[in-house]
Nanobody
Framework: QVQLVESGGGSVQAGGSLTLNCEAN?????MGWFRQVTETEREGVAL??????????SDSVKGRFTISRYNLSNKNTLTLQMNNLKPEDSGIYIC???????????????????WGQGTQVTVSS
């Protein structure tokens, strides 16, 4: 089973920047970043297909966040560059990956097969 490990969260003042990284120790297709909204609900923040040619962002982060990925045969690295951060961006950011080909675009939460533990982002005003 492919495992995902996030890094890069932290605390920053509004207007600042953070970079989140997620390393997958295997082959992945779609990848994405979700933000935990409630105990049971996640919001899709940014999504990317395997080649990086397709990306999708939530309306709240468009123009401020950039998702990218670097693929090796047995390891994939996902990055989320977060600029001009706002207090409402705060939360636990979770990396997700789809492990099989296919699926619709943009993928919903149910299209992903494996999830990371999450990394905390705190933006103060």
């Amino acid at each position: 089973q492919v495992q995902l490990v996030e890094s890069g969260g932290g605390s920053v003042q509004a207007g600042g920047s953070l970079t989140l990284n997620c390393e997958a120790n295997g082959y992945t297709y779609f990848m994405g970043w979700f933000r935990q909204v409630t105990e049971t609900e996640r919001e899709g923040v940014a999504l990317i297909n395997r080649s990086g040619g397709l990306t999708s962002y939530s309306d709240s982060v468009k123009g401020r966040f950039t998702i990218s990925r670097y693929n090796l045969s047995n390891k994939n690295t996902l990055t989320l560059q977060m600029n001009n951060l706002k207090p409402e961006d705060s939360g636990i950011y979770i990396c997700a990956a789809r492990l099989t080909n296919g699926g619709k675009w943009p993928p919903g939460e149910s299209e992903f097969h494996t999830w990371g533990q999450g990394t905390q982002v705190t933006v103060s005003s």
